[in-house]
């Protein structure tokens, strides 16, 4: 059984920057394409963000384009993600996933596409 643990969310304010990792035991992170998911208070997970493993191919949602990065070390066995330039309407439990395949989903990330997740990590924006 996969399994992903996300850590480095935090409370900051607008226009800071954060670090989210996700952790991968029993399996190899590189030999699974990820993706990070938000989900705020009273609204449906969506997809943020994720990484092929095949070719190294992202995807960003147009809400995080050019302030987010995804990105794999894998001596760590570990995904990040770089959010900087935090707004607001940033704030959400912020969820890693694993995907069957090596590539990301050729349309925006759906939680079906997925098949292991983590607990998550909240994420607070706020002055």
């Known amino acids: 059984q996969v399994q992903l643990v996300e850590s480095g969310g935090d409370l900051v304010q607008p226009g800071d920057s954060l670090r989210l990792s996700c952790a991968a035991s029993r399996f190899t992170l590189d030999n699974y394409a990820i993706g990070w998911f938000r989900q705020a208070p009273g609204k449906e997970r969506e997809g943020v963000s994720c990484?092929?493993?095949?070719?190294?191919?992202?995807y960003y949602a147009d809400s995080v384009k050019g302030r987010f990065t995804i990105s794999r070390d894998n001596a760590k066995n570990t995904v990040y993600l770089q959010m900087n330039s935090l707004k607001p309407d940033d704030t959400a439990a912020y969820y890693c996933?694993?995907?069957?395949?090596?590539?990301?989903?050729?349309?925006?990330?759906?939680?079906?596409?997925?098949?292991?997740w983590g607990q998550g990590t909240q994420v607070t924006v706020s002055s």
């Open positions: 990484l092929s493993s095949s070719d190294g191919s992202t």
């Open positions: 996933a694993a995907r069957i395949f090596r590539r990301c989903p050729t349309a925006t990330p759906r939680i079906v596409d997925f098949r292991s």
